[in-house]
């Protein structure tokens, strides 16, 4: 519905009104393609962490959101979560976000707002899908951080990465695809 229908039906509906709900709506729905996302996942041999679609939506929240409502979707997305919602890989409750996954999870915002970040600079394609990158690597970091307090031992080393790297660029190439060539709702405008 364009601008003028909305105000045509509401008049009071205006462009500021319009944009905040679009950003709500936004963030909701981010937070429901995360939870769908973690839904999406294969467990790999020797890891306790399962490869999930979660980052996409992650960097998708902050790529086309924005930094600040793209971290909040995620924000909503571990609240749903922490409240008990079944939105997890294997369920929901607060006591998820002290397990296994749960650093992980926890830098789901931060890696939204540097997502974000791509979004919010022109520039290349390299320099965008570099955004990515260091997002995905928090969110890494977040994980590895977390699991190394879980296990006493430090797991700061590429065989605990290294299952990862190539589901992650693809995971890059594919959100770099979606907001170039995707479905106009969240394709970036081009100049």
């Known amino acids: 519905m364009s601008r003028e229908a909305a105000r045509s039906v509401?008049?009071?509906?205006?462009?500021?009104?319009?944009?905040?709900?679009g950003v709500i709506l936004g963030v909701l729905?981010?937070?429901?393609l995360t939870a769908l996302g973690a839904r999406l996942s294969v467990v790999l041999p020797?890891?306790?962490?399962?490869?999930?679609?979660?980052?996409?939506?992650?960097?998708?929240?902050?790529?086309?959101?924005?930094s600040r409502a793209g971290a909040a979707?995620?924000?909503?997305?571990?609240?749903?979560?922490?409240i008990g919602l079944p939105v997890f890989a294997a369920g929901g409750g607060a006591a998820y976000l002290l397990g296994p996954t749960g650093g992980y999870l926890?830098?789901?915002?931060?890696?939204?707002?540097?997502?974000?970040?791509?979004?919010?600079?022109?520039?290349?394609?390299?320099?965008?899908?570099?955004?990515?990158?260091?997002?995905?690597?928090?969110?890494?970091?977040?994980?590895?951080?977390?699991?190394?307090?879980?296990?006493?031992?430090?797991?700061?080393s590429t065989s605990a990465v290294r299952p990862f790297i190539l589901g992650d660029a693809l995971k890059i190439l594919l959100?770099?695809?979606?907001v170039r060539w995707g479905p106009g709702v969240l394709r970036k405008p081009t100049s």
């Open 29 to 32: 729905g981010f937070a429901a």
């Open 10 to 21: 509401n008049p009071a509906l205006t462009g500021a009104h319009s944009r905040s709900t």
């Open 46 to 66: 020797g890891t306790v962490v399962p490869m999930t679609l979660q980052p996409v939506a992650v960097l998708l929240a902050g790529a086309v959101l924005g």
């Open 106 to 156: 926890l830098a789901f915002p931060v890696a939204a707002w540097i997502a974000g970040l791509a979004s919010g600079r022109s520039g290349s394609w390299f320099r965008a899908a570099a955004w990515l990158a260091l997002a995905l690597v928090v969110i890494h970091a977040g994980g590895l951080a977390w699991l190394s307090i879980l296990s006493g031992e430090s797991l700061l």
């Open 73 to 82: 979707s995620q924000i909503a997305y571990l609240a749903a979560g922490a």
């Open 175 to 178: 959100v770099l695809a979606i």
